[in-house]
C-alpha cells in the first residue's frame, strides 16, 4: 500500500520539504507561485527581486497590501507567505538576479530554478546560469488569458535561446516613463497619456517619471525630497485627469508640464544619465519665440507621411488637445474617451506627444503614418491566468523531483477551448537546437558590421551585453597575440571605448573570443565586414544561429568537447526539460477553435509544419511545439492581434 503524506507520496513529501528551490521572481506569477509552493510543503525557498511594490500590483499580485506599497517585493512577499506556513525557511533577495554574487556556485545550491520575470535580458541569464551549474529551470509567462509553462535542462531540451526571437515588442514601465530609447516606447507612452488625460484612468499606464527605478539611485536629500509625500508606505497622488481639468485643458500648461517639468524631475536622477544621453527639456514660450513667422516650411509627400519640425508637432499637440477637450465637454462631465487610432483628433495627440518626446531624448521622429502603424492594443495582467500558470509550475516541479523528466511537458493555456474541449494543452519538449550559440558545443555566431564605424564600446554595450545578453564580457581577437579588446576588469581597457574595431586590426574575417566568466559561458565570433547595411541597421547576427557562421570541421572529438558549464554537459543528462516562455514570454499553439483559424495549407496541416506565433507578452517568436495527442483533427492556429500590437507584461 502506497504510504501518503496528504496527496503526496512519502518519498515525495520529504523531497519537497528538504530541497532548496531558487524562485526569480515576485511579481504577478511570483505571488501566486511562493503560495503555491508553501502551501505544497516546500520549506527552503529562496526568492530575490529587484522591484518595489507600486499601486498598480495590487490588483492582482495579492501578497502584497497597500500598507506595502514603496517596499521590497521580495521582502515582503516572504513576510506575507510565511503567514500560510509560519515553518517555512524563505530567504528573500532585494537584488538582481545578473548580480555577480549570484554565480554559477550560487545557483548548484539548488534543486531546481523557477522563474518568474518580466524582461528578456534576465531571462537569458537565468537560461545560461542554469546551464551552467547543469539543473533544471522552469519557466512561465502570461499575457492576457493566455499562458505557458515550459522546463528546460541542459542535454535534454532546448535552452531558453535556442529559439531565435524578434525585436522585443513588451517594455518595462521605467523604461517607457524614464528612459525610452526607441520611438515605440515614446508611442506607448503618449498612449498611456491620452487614457491618463481624457480616457479612463489606470495606475498601470501611468506616465509620470519613475521614482522607484532601481537604476535612480538619488543621495539621501533627494530621496527626502521625492518620498515626502510618503506616509507608511501609501502613497498620495494627484490625479492626472483632475489636474488637466483644473486647468481647462490648457494646452501650454499641458506641454510644459509633460516636456519641460517632467524632464527636469528625470535629470535629477543623476544616475539614468551617466551612460546615456540626458534628455533636453522643451519650453513652449521659447520654441514659439524661435518658430519660423511663415509656419513651418514645406513638406513634401503626403501628408500622413511628412515628418514635421519641432514647432510643427506643438501645433497639432495644441489642436488635437483642443479637439479632444471640446469631445469632452460635448459628452458632459465625468465623460470619458476611447483611444481609436482611426479617430483623427485621438491619433494626431498620440503622433504628436510620441514624436515631442522622441525629440527631448534626440531620436529621429516618425510620420503620422509610421506613428499609426507601429501603434496597437494593450493586453492587461489577468489575476487568474498568473494563477493557473502558477499552478503548473508547481506540477511539473513535482514531477521533477520525483525523478520523472521524461513526463516533463510545454503546457499552454489558451483563451479558449478547443474542439477536444481543453484550455490547457501539453506538448512534447523539444531537444536541444543545433544552431544555438548558447548550449550547443563551441558556440559560434557571425556578427555582420562596418569594423570602420563600429567602436569598442558599441561592440561591448550593443553586440554583447545587449545582444548576446552577457554581463561581463571579456574579448579578445584570435590574432595571434591575443590582443585584449575588453576586459571585465574595471579600468582595464576603457582606454580602448572611442576607438574602432579597425584601429586593432579588425577586419573581414576576424575572429573574436568571447567569455563570460559569471555566466561561464564562452562565444567565439566571427566578424563579416559590410560597408553599407539596411536603413537604420547598425550591425547583424547572421542567420541569429552558429550554422550560418563560416563552415567548420565536425568531428566525434568536438561533439565529445567541454560545452559551457560542466564536462559532463556535452552527455545526455539523466534528466530532461524544456525551453521557456517568459512570464513574458507565451508561445501560441495550434487552437481548434473555429471561429479563430488562421487557414493552413493541407500539406502543412497533415505534416504538423512548425510556424513561429508571435510571443504573446514580448512579442518574441518562437516554434510551435508538436503536440503530444495526435489523434484528434489538426487544428488551425490561434489568430494573433495585428503585428503592429503592443503587449504589456506583468
Known amino acids: 500500500m502506497v504510504n501518503l503524506v496528504g496527496s503526496l507520496r512519502k518519498e515525495l513529501a520529504d523531497?519537497?520539504?528538504?530541497?532548496?528551490?531558487?524562485?526569480?521572481?515576485?511579481g504577478g506569477i511570483g505571488c501566486e507561485l511562493l503560495k503555491n509552493l508553501v502551501l505544497t510543503g516546500f520549506k527552503n525557498i529562496e526568492v530575490i527581486d529587484l522591484d518595489t511594490i507600486d499601486v498598480s500590483n495590487l490588483n492582482r499580485q495579492f501578497l502584497f497590501q497597500k500598507k506595502h506599497v514603496g517596499?521590497?517585493?521580495?521582502?515582503v512577499a516572504r513576510e506575507s507567505a510565511l503567514q500560510f506556513c509560519p515553518t517555512a525557511n524563505i530567504t528573500a533577495y532585494h537584488d538582481s538576479i545578473?548580480?555577480?554574487?549570484?554565480?554559477?556556485?550560487?545557483?548548484?545550491k539548488f534543486v531546481l530554478v523557477m522563474n518568474a520575470l518580466d524582461n528578456r535580458a534576465a531571462r537569458n541569464h537565468v537560461n545560461r546560469m542554469c546551464l551552467a551549474a547543469d539543473i533544471p529551470l522552469i519557466e512561465s509567462g502570461t499575457a492576457g488569458y493566455l499562458g505557458q509553462v515550459t522546463v528546460i535542462k541542459k542535454g535534454m531540451t532546448e535552452c531558453y535561446e535556442c529559439q531565435p526571437k524578434p525585436t522585443q515588442k513588451t517594455f518595462p514601465g521605467c523604461t517607457i516613463r524614464n528612459t525610452p530609447s526607441e520611438p515605440i516606447h515614446c508611442i506607448v507612452w503618449a498612449k498611456y497619456l491620452f487614457n491618463q488625460l481624457f480616457g479612463e484612468e489606470d495606475a498601470d499606464q501611468e506616465v509620470s517619471p519613475d521614482t522607484a527605478d532601481p537604476e535612480a539611485q538619488w543621495n539621501s536629500e533627494?530621496?527626502?525630497?521625492?518620498?515626502?509625500?510618503?506616509?507608511?508606505?501609501?502613497?498620495?497622488?494627484?490625479?492626472?485627469?483632475?489636474?488637466?481639468r483644473s486647468t481647462g485643458y490648457d494646452h501650454i500648461k499641458l506641454f510644459n508640464k509633460l516636456f519641460k517639468d517632467d524632464i527636469m524631475y528625470l535629470l535629477t536622477m543623476d544616475k539614468l544619465w551617466k551612460k546615456r544621453k540626458a534628455p533636453i527639456p522643451l519650453d513652449w514660450q521659447r520654441l514659439q519665440d524661435s518658430a519660423c513667422p511663415q509656419g513651418n516650411s514645406p513638406v513634401s509627400g503626403l501628408k500622413d507621411q511628412q515628418v514635421l519640425g519641432v514647432w510643427g508637432y506643438c501645433q497639432l499637440f495644441q489642436r488635437s488637445v483642443e479637439s479632444l477637450r471640446s469631445q469632452l465637454n460635448e459628452k458632459g462631465e465625468a465623460a470619458e474617451l476611447v483611444w481609436d487610432k482611426d479617430d483623427h483628433p485621438a491619433m494626431d495627440f498620440v503622433t504628436a506627444a510620441a514624436n515631442l518626446?522622441?525629440?527631448?531624448?534626440?531620436?529621429?521622429?516618425?510620420s503620422r503614418f509610421d506613428v499609426k502603424s507601429m501603434a496597437g492594443n494593450i493586453i492587461p495582467a489577468i489575476a487568474t491566468t498568473n494563477a493557473v500558470i502558477a499552478g503548473l509550475i508547481v506540477l511539473e516541479a513535482l514531477k521533477i523531483l520525483s525523478g520523472q523528466l521524461e513526463s516533463c511537458r510545454t503546457i499552454f493555456l489558451n483563451k479558449h477551448p478547443n474542439l477536444r474541449k481543453k484550455l490547457l494543452v501539453p506538448c512534447v519538449l523539444d531537444p536541444p537546437s543545433t544552431n544555438c550559440y548558447v548550449c550547443v558545443n563551441k558556440p559560434e555566431a557571425t556578427v555582420k558590421l562596418n569594423v570602420q564605424t563600429t567602436t569598442i564600446l558599441f561592440l561591448?554595450?550593443?553586440?554583447?551585453?545587449?545582444?548576446?545578453?552577457?554581463?561581463?564580457p571579456d574579448v579578445q581577437i584570435e590574432d595571434g597575440k591575443g590582443t585584449i579588446l575588453i576586459s571585465s576588469e574595471e579600468g582595464e581597457t576603457e582606454a580602448n571605448n572611442n576607438k574602432y574595431l579597425c584601429d586593432f586590426g579588425i577586419c573581414n574575417g576576424s575572429r573574436?573570443?568571447?567569455?563570460?566568466?559569471?555566466?561561464?559561458?564562452?562565444?567565439?565570433?566571427?566578424?563579416l565586414h559590410a560597408e553599407k547595411l539596411g536603413r537604420d541597421v547598425e550591425f547583424e547576427v547572421v542567420g541569429d544561429a552558429p550554422d550560418k557562421a563560416p563552415p567548420t570541421q565536425t568531428n566525434q572529438e568536438e561533439v565529445n568537447s567541454i560545452t559551457n558549464g560542466n564536462k559532463d554537459s556535452a552527455q545526455p543528462s539523466t534528466s530532461s526539460m524544456a525551453a521557456p516562455s517568459e512570464a513574458d514570454d507565451i508561445m501560441l499553439v495550434e487552437s481548434d477553435e473555429e471561429n479563430e483559424t488562421v487557414s493552413l495549407s493541407p500539406a502543412a496541416?497533415?505534416?504538423?509544419?512548425?510556424?513561429?506565433?508571435?510571443?504573446?507578452?514580448?512579442?518574441?517568436?518562437?516554434?510551435?511545439?508538436?503536440?503530444?495527442?495526435?489523434?484528434?483533427?489538426?487544428?488551425?492556429a490561434i489568430n494573433v492581434d495585428d503585428d503592429d500590437d503592443i503587449l504589456v507584461l506583468d
Open 71 to 75: 517596499k521590497s517585493k521580495a521582502q
Open 605 to 636: 496541416t497533415a505534416a504538423g509544419t512548425k510556424r513561429k506565433l508571435s510571443d504573446a507578452e514580448t512579442g518574441e517568436a518562437f516554434n510551435k511545439r508538436s503536440r503530444m495527442d495526435q489523434s484528434g483533427a489538426a487544428g488551425a
Open 357 to 366: 518626446r522622441m525629440h527631448i531624448f534626440s531620436m529621429n521622429m516618425k
Open 512 to 527: 573574436l573570443q568571447v567569455d563570460d566568466f559569471l555566466q561561464d559561458y564562452n562565444l567565439l565570433i566571427n566578424i
Open 222 to 244: 533627494t530621496v527626502a525630497r521625492a518620498t515626502a509625500t510618503e506616509k507608511d508606505g501609501d502613497i498620495k497622488r494627484v490625479s492626472t485627469k483632475e489636474w488637466a
Open 98 to 108: 545578473m548580480n555577480p554574487d549570484y554565480n554559477v556556485e550560487f545557483f548548484r
Open 15 to 26: 523531497s519537497i520539504s528538504t530541497c532548496d528551490v531558487l524562485m526569480v521572481g515576485a
Open 460 to 472: 561591448q554595450d550593443r553586440i554583447m551585453k545587449e545582444r548576446f545578453g552577457m554581463v561581463a
